[in-house]
């Protein structure tokens, strides 16, 4: 099944801006926009972003995420070391009736 | 305090069969669409399969069809997954989620000859 498609990694400075992209399809991320994991190595994931513009409790408002088109992206402002995580961007496809998943995006705070 | 707990996952061969168990609590459990997902050693997550709140409705990953089976029973708040004709490239950390919001530890499945 065709998944979401992320870059596999992305450096920036700490207390700087990440945006990460997960480009889709008009069947899943153009319909609703996409959900937002942070996985930590040895892990479990975490979910910090509901598809409808939402922020689980518990998550930092310097998360944030929209949509355009059939890309989605999760913006984390003031980057701090303990964001340096793998993020993985997920929505359900109405045509495939099946959750898909990006391959991930390596989040490294320099 | 949530809790998701998974068990059942063990080292087999092609072929065989596996029932992973999910437990949880700290959560209504009931009014939770569940998931399963699995890892595969260093790659990125993979959906297999959920089941609606009620159990009427189940939808998998084309990978799994015909061969995975997903069930749930509300009254004691578990979530289960039956896996047949197991291949190797089912070896993964398989997790229990709630929604996506509740995940367990995952437990993990290797599957080789």
């Known amino acids: 099944q065709a998944g979401l498609t992320q870059p596999p990694s992305m450096s920036k400075a700490l207390r700087q801006t990440a945006t990460l992209t997960c480009t889709g399809t008009?069947?899943?991320?153009?319909?609703?926009?996409a959900a937002w994991l942070q996985q930590y190595q040895g892990h479990p994931p975490k979910l910090v972003w509901y598809?409808?513009?939402d922020r689980p409790s518990g998550i930092s408002e310097r998360f944030s995420a929209s949509r355009s088109g059939n890309t989605a992206s999760l913006t984390i402002t003031g980057l701090q070391p303990e964001d340096e995580a793998d993020y993985y961007c997920s929505a359900w496809d109405y045509s495939l009736e099946a959750w898909v998943f990006g391959g991930g995006t390596k989040l490294t705070v320099l | 305090e949530v809790q998701v707990v998974e068990s059942g996952g063990d080292l087999v061969h092609p072929g065989e069969s596996l029932r992973l168990s999910c437990v949880t609590s700290g959560f209504r459990f009931n009014d939770y669409w569940m998931h399963w997902l699995r890892q595969a050693p260093g790659k990125g997550l993979e959906w297999v399969a959920n089941?609606?709140?009620?159990?009427?409705?189940?939808f998998y990953v084309d990978s799994v069809k015909g061969r995975f089976t997903i069930s749930r029973d509300n009254a004691k708040r578990s979530l289960y997954l039956q896996m047949n004709s197991l291949r190797d490239e089912d070896t993964a950390l398989y997790y229990c989620?709630?929604?996506?919001?509740?995940w367990g530890q995952g437990t993990m499945l290797t599957v080789s000859s």
């Open positions: 008009s069947n899943n991320v153009g319909k609703q926009g």
């Open positions: 598809m409808k513009n």
């Open positions: 089941i609606k709140p009620d159990g009427s409705e189940r």
């Open positions: 989620a709630g929604a996506f919001d509740f």
